[in-house]
T-cell receptor, first 111, second 115 residues
Framework: QKEVEQNSGPLSVPEGAIASLNCTYSDRGSQSFFWYRQYSGKSPELIMFIYSNGDKEDGRFTAQLNKASQYVSLLIRDSQPSDSATYLCAVKAEAGTALIFGKGTTLSVSS | GAVVSQHPSWVICKSGTSVKIECRSLDFQATTMFWYRQFPKQSLMLMATSNEGSKATYEQGVEKDKFLINHASLTLSTLTVTSAHPEDSSFYIC???????????FGSGTRLTVV
């Protein structure tokens, strides 16, 4: 059973702070890792993907991957109230297969 | 990126009736589409993988006779919820694999309410 685990939160941070979101996965064969943001009642929108160990930065977002620990994280710098949403971690195990999602972490950024 | 249109965006139906949800890939020939279901405050759960011209592959626990998937063309996959019951009320989302590591595009989702 391939599993993706996330702390459901809520994670509350003040505006301007760094939000840190974490995810672990069970399948060591997993190849690619994705972070999606989902607003209530909407479909997920891609924030970032990463497939190599280390960090990947895109604007205020940094994804970190550690395959040995089966751990992936997302850092959001200078958090804004508009970042308040549920963040879904997703994993692709093999080429061509569907994404497997975690339950998501709800982030609340207060102004 | 690819554009995926999902219709309807919301639907209310009576218990025992059937509902069809369409997922269209507007600018990409999608040989593979995925159907997910999301209950309130839960994650997206993969229901099935839809392959153009062949039978869909269903995940364990998903009734293939209740959730009929048809992927007759490279641009259209449909999910029909047959004999719907209130417990089928959920948010249904399709996804198209468009290639590459980042190549998953999601439809806008369909909110199904069975009364």
């Amino acid at each position: 059973q391939k599993e993706v685990e996330q702390n459901s939160g809520p994670l509350s941070v003040p505006e301007g702070a760094i939000a840190s979101l974490n995810c672990t996965y069970s399948d060591r064969g997993s190849q690619s890792f994705f972070w999606y943001r989902q607003y209530s009642g909407k479909s997920p929108e891609l924030i970032m993907f990463i497939y190599s160990n280390g960090d990947k930065e895109d604007g205020r977002f940094t994804a970190q991957l550690n395959k040995a620990s089966q751990y992936v994280s997302l850092l959001i710098r200078d958090s804004q109230p508009s970042d308040s949403a549920t963040y879904l971690c997703a994993v692709k195990a093999e080429a061509g297969t569907a994404l497997i999602f975690g339950k998501g972490t709800t982030l609340s950024v207060s102004s | 990126g690819a554009v995926v249109s999902q219709h309807p965006s919301w639907v209310i139906c009576k218990s025992g009736t059937s509902v069809k949800i369409e997922c269209r890939s507007l600018d990409f020939q999608a040989t593979t589409m995925f159907w997910y279901r999301q209950f309130p405050k839960q994650s997206l759960m993969l229901m099935a993988t839809s392959n153009e011209g062949s039978k869909a592959t269903y995940e364990q626990g998903v009734e293939k006779d209740k959730f009929l998937i048809n992927h007759a063309s490279l641009t259209l996959s449909t999910l029909t919820v047959t004999s719907a019951h209130p417990e089928d009320s959920s948010f249904y989302i399709c996804s198209v694999r468009t290639g590459g590591d980042s190549g998953y595009t999601f439809g806008s989702g369909t909110r199904l309410t069975v009364v």
